[in-house]
């Protein structure tokens, strides 16, 4: 069984960064799928950001084209989500979803396909 933890949110002002991190222990593996989905209060949870292992191509939700960056560790199962230009809008728990293999690109954004996923962590931009 994977196990993942996210690590690097906080509390930052609008136009600021942030760097989150999602590395995966247990049962790991070293071709993978990973995926960063985000759920502000009263809202369902939405897609940000996936990355698959093989390839290293990723897809964005629109909301953070251009603002956020995924990457992921070459021989590790683990990511990154660099959040440049922050906004209120991105205030949320954002978590971390893994599976094993690379997703064909069209699936990568749906939540059902991770069978993987983290505690969540808290990023706040206060507006």
């Known amino acids: 069984q994977v196990q993942l933890l996210e690590s690097g949110g906080g509390l930052v002002q609008a136009g600021d960064s942030l760097r989150l991190s999602c590395t995966a222990s247990?049962?790991?593996?070293?071709?993978?799928?990973m995926a960063w989905f985000r759920q502000a209060p009263g809202k369902e949870r939405e897609f940000v950001a996936a990355?698959?292992?093989?390839?290293?191509?990723?897809n964005y939700a629109d909301s953070v084209k251009g603002r956020f960056t995924i990457s992921r560790d070459r021989g590790k199962m683990s990511s990154h989500l660099q959040m440049n230009s922050l906004k209120p809008d991105d205030t949320a728990v954002y978590y971390c979803?893994?599976?094993?293999?690379?997703?064909?690109?069209?699936?990568?954004?749906?939540?059902?396909?991770?069978?993987?996923w983290g505690q969540g962590t808290q990023v706040t931009v206060p507006s």
């Open positions: 979803a893994a599976r094993a293999n690379s997703l064909n690109y069209g699936s990568l954004s749906r939540s059902d396909v991770y069978d993987s």
């Open positions: 990355i698959r292992a093989n390839d290293g191509k990723a």
């Open positions: 247990g049962r790991t593996y070293s071709d993978y799928s």
